[in-house]
């Protein structure tokens, strides 16, 4: 990894009504990607919204 590249190991995944699983999008912070899923979920869908590592440990 070249230096100024950040490392996406935190994913937003969606959950629809159906219980179907999609990874939404990657970010380099849990921060970054918990506002994310919170701004998602506010939306009033039946969809969920969480984040994820994507190395397995916080």
């Keep these: 990894m070249s230096e ?3 490392t996406l190991t935190w994913v937003v995944v969606r ?5 179907n699983r999609y ?3 990657r970010y380099a912070t849990e921060a970054e990607a918990q506002r994310v899923a919170e701004r998602l979920g506010s939306r009033g869908h039946q969809q969920l919204y969480w984040v994820e590592s994507t190395t397995g440990g916080a």
Excluded: I, S
């Design 23 to 25: 990874r939404v999008a």
């Design 15 to 19: 959950q629809d009504d159906n219980g």
């Design 4 to 6: 100024g590249t950040a």
